[in-house]
């Protein structure tokens, strides 16, 4: 019986199959060298870290609550996680979070707005924001078209409500007050008094605050300084009256 011989076509089969397993190795290892060798350079590092839109928090206090630092590794970072936790900053609204390769973290914030400031005891000012936080003003300085808030207790229920409605309100509509008091009574338990820089006194509630407001405008650019009541009906008493006729109140109920 002749010797059984092994075809050539198969053998050259084989070897293309061998030599093609050995070159898809050989790419392997080389992917997985290159990728070592990329984490372990300056280019998979964190190299700058980025912050706008704080006001009331230093970068300081941004990178200790973020956990970022230089030299993190850059795919390590999570956005998510970063605006999670700098979210947890009373005064901060929004987080934006943007990586930039190679190593840049950009991490955009945007705080509450102050709506008011408040005077302390001590005859410092603190900065007021849409949520009822209380921050410290700092190097920021104040804005002098905001009202400052005197006599207000930090458990008020009725003050985190007036920093809401405020919010609410287009500054230009506010501009004017200069003070809000809490002057609250049985019957309008979130009543408050204001004074405007025109030299108005405005008697109204938190809860009718935003409703009113187009009203007390109009009357601070049409009339002479004087009391203005804002509650269940509007009136307007100014405060300077012919004193040769009897006092005579304006209301304007609408």
């Known amino acids: 019986m002749p010797n059984a011989q092994i075809p050539v076509l198969k053998q050259n089969r084989m070897k293309k199959r061998t030599s093609r397993k050995i070159a898809i190795l050989l790419i392997l290892l080389f992917i997985v060298l290159l990728a070592v ?13 980025r912050f706008d839109g704080n006001v009331f928090s230093t970068r300081e206090q941004l990178l200790n609550r973020s956990g970022l630092a230089i030299g993190d590794q850059y795919f390590g970072v999570s956005s998510s996680g970063i605006s999670n936790k700098l979210r947890e900053i009373q005064s901060i609204q929004q987080v934006t979070v943007d990586k930039q390769f190679p190593g840049v973290i950009a991490v955009h914030i945007k705080e509450y707005a102050t709506v008011a ?30 009202p400052i808030l005197t006599k207000w207790k930090s458990d008020d229920p009725y003050k985190a409500k007036l920093c809401d409605a405020l919010s609410r309100i287009p500054g230009e509509w506010t501009a004017d007050i200069s003070e809000i008091i809490p002057a609250p009574i049985p019957s309008f338990p979130d009543r408050i008094k204001m004074y405007t820089r025109s030299q108005f006194e405005v008697i109204t509630t938190v809860s009718l605050l935003s409703s009113k407001i187009s009203y007390l405008n109009q009357v601070l650019e049409t009339e002479e300084p004087g009391l203005i009541t804002m509650l269940e009906a509007d009136s307007y008493v100014p405060f300077k009256q012919d004193t040769s006729e009897e006092p005579q109140e304006k209301d304007t109920t609408q």
Not at 41 to 49: D, H, Y
Not at 133 to 141: A, D, I, K, L, P
């Open 37 to 49: 060798l990329f984490f372990r350079s300056s280019l998979s590092r964190v190299s700058e870290i």
């Open 117 to 146: 400031y408040e005077l302390q005891s001590d005859g410092s000012l603190r900065a007021i924001l849409a949520n009822g936080t209380s921050v410290g003003v700092g190097s920021s300085g104040i804005a002098v078209e905001k």
